[in-house]
């Protein structure tokens, strides 16, 4: 380690010994019983010619390596598994040049700082207003506000650079990209991005309906008419109670592209609930926590003429459950269960987007996670980028 720092104040790169060191697995109860370590170091590259630098001391000395942009990761990535860890920290990589479809940025560029967008993106985490990195967020995300027109977050990126384990920069197009997303920086360090943007003004309306049945009627019209939302995320009667004081009812948030808003059914104003769209894509958490409990919770992808079935197995299951379910473009709904009493958050078996994991194995497709694993195999036998991440036994 002393080497290693001579080497960075040799370099003018700066680092410090000790610090802030943020991770938010601690909101999962089945992760918070993980104990991390500390790390040894952290270190704030400002370019990517000092990232590159950063990974040939680090390959020469080895030592692992977690990159971190503003440490809202929620499933585990942000975990150190061994000693003498070094973090990087990208938040001093914040830049955008824009084009007219598409922008190209640091990793560490945030979505969202002072109170405004930096720029349009068409998918975003519901952590938007906690400043979190574009990188953060396609290495450690999945799905957000937008995504049922758009997909998830890797979806809207069409190149990267990465300097990868063996310290060479790379530049990854189309669905090569996916090697680094969800990655959790296991097969590299992102240090550039060129990413489609969405230059529309965006409606909400609010619908409801007396019962899942009505709501799983809608959201099935939905898909097999494409009706254009650009989100859509609902909301069960006790959820809806709980955060907006409104009763009886299962509330559906769906907002709408300008140029296309004569193309969906009209709703209510939906501009109050739109304003606190942080609660959606898991934002409920974060509300428990705030109000003084406990959440236990868990995420399945359902396909959306299950979800009625879904709600009542989960009703069984889980004592006064509240279901939270944002619409994907693959025609399925990502419900998030939660509730203040403790329930086994395995009990609907394979479509589980495990968030209660640190491994990154069930949160991506088999296609996916063959183009991750292929990678580090290839590249970093030795395990040392965010190694225990991956696993390689199933
Ligand atoms: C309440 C709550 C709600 C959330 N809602 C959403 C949501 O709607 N959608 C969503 O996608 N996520 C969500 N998240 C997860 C998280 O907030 C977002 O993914 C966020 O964008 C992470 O950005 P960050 O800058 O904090 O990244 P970090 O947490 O710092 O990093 C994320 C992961 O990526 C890796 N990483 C970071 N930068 C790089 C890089 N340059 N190269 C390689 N690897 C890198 C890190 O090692 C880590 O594993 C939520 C989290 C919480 C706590």
């Known amino acids: 380690m002393e080497r290693l720092s001579k080497f960075l104040m040799k370099e003018g790169i700066e680092y410090s010994s000790h610090g802030d060191y943020g991770d ?75 084009n007219e479809n598409h922008v190209q940025l640091g990793p560490g560029t945030p979505y969202y700082s002072k109170g405004k ?12 207003e906690r400043e979190v990195t574009v990188g953060g967020n396609f290495c450690g995300g999945a799905y957000g506000i937008g995504s049922y027109r758009y997909g998830p977050n890797w979806d809207q990126v069409l190149r990267i650079r990465m300097v990868n384990p063996k310290g060479r920069l790379v530049t990854l197009e189309g669905e090569d990209t996916k090697v680094a997303a969800h990655a959790m920086g296991t097969t590299g360090i992102v240090t550039w991005l060129e990413i489609m943007r969405n230059p529309q003004k965006i409606l909400p309306f609010l619908y409801f309906f007396d019962n899942i049945i009505e709501l799983e009627k809608f959201l099935m019209r939905a898909y097999d008419e494409a009706l254009p939302f650009y989100h859509l995320s609902a909301l069960s009667p006790s959820a809806m109670n709980y955060i907006f004081g409104l009763d009886g009812r299962w509330g559906l948030l769906g907002a709408v592209e300008e140029d296309v808003v004569e193309e969906v059914p009209k709703g209510a104003d939906g501009k109050e609930i739109w304003r606190k769209r942080s609660l959606f ?67 609907y078996g394979d479509s589980l987007f495990n968030v209660n994991s640190p491994y990154i194995n069930n949160r991506v497709t088999p296609s996916h996670l063959n183009k991750i694993k292929m990678y580090k195999r290839l590249y970093d036998k030795e395990d040392l980028f965010n190694p225990g991440k991956i696993r390689f036994d199933k």
């Open 281 to 347: 894509n898991s934002g409920m958490v974060e509300y428990f926590i705030e109000k003084g409990e406990r959440p236990f919770y868990t995420v399945y992808k359902v396909d959306v003429d299950q979800v009625s079935e879904f709600i009542s197995k989960a009703g069984a299951e889980v004592k006064s459950p509240m279901f939270e379910m944002n619409l994907t473009n693959e025609g399925k709904a990502r419900i998030l269960t939660i509730s203040s009493v403790p329930f086994h958050v395995d009990f």
């Open 24 to 98: 938010w697995s601690w909101t999962s109860p089945v992760l918070s019983e993980i104990k991390g370590k500390e790390p040894s170091l952290i270190v704030f590259p400002k370019n990517e010619e000092e990232v590159i630098k950063i990974v040939e001391v680090i390959r020469e000395e080895h030592v692992p390596l977690v990159p971190r942009g503003k440490g809202f990761n929620n499933v585990g990535g942000l975990i150190l598994n061994k000693e003498n860890s070094v973090i990087l920290e990208t938040t001093k990589t914040s830049w955008i040049t824009e």
């Open 117 to 128: 967008f930096t720029f349009n993106p068409r998918v975003y985490p519901s952590t938007f």
